[in-house]
Nanobody, 120 residues
Framework: QVQLVESGGGLVQFGGSLRLSCVAS????????MAWYRQAPGKQRELVAT???????NYADSVKGRFTMSRDNAKNTVFLQMNSLKPEDTAVYYC??????????????WGQGTQVTVSS
């Protein structure tokens, strides 16, 4: 059974930093593409950053230069370091694991989400 468990969200002031973590279990982590998404109230879920297996991270334009995604395959964990936070970064952040680039039937999985709130 695949599980993704996020942590590290919270309330931070404008310009502050947070580090999100996502621990995966029940899968061969190094073979899965990992990503962070976010969903603000009343908006659609949007992609924040991806870190495909064996590749480098990619970022949405809105977070480039401020957010850094990393992965530790030995610890089955991905991180999202968020600096220079803005009120528009306020959202629930979700961890995503997608195995379909390797085997189509592996599918994708989501964490439960962690709330990030940036006050102005």
């Amino acid at each position: 059974q695949v599980q993704l468990v996020e942590s590290g969200g919270g309330l931070v002031q404008f310009g502050g930093s947070l580090r999100l973590s996502c621990v995966a279990s029940g899968l061969n982590f190094r073979l899965w593409d990992m990503a962070w998404y976010r969903q603000a109230p009343g908006k659609q879920r949007e992609l924040v950053a991806t870190f495909p297996t064996g590749d480098i991270p990619n970022y949405a334009d809105s977070v480039k230069g401020r957010f850094t995604m990393s992965r530790d395959n030995a610890k089955n964990t991905v991180f999202l370091q968020m600096n220079s936070l803005k009120p528009e970064d306020t959202a629930v952040y979700y961890c995503n694991a997608d195995g379909r680039s390797k085997v189509d039937t592996w599918g994708e999985y989501w964490g439960q989400g962690t709330q990030v709130t940036v006050s102005s």
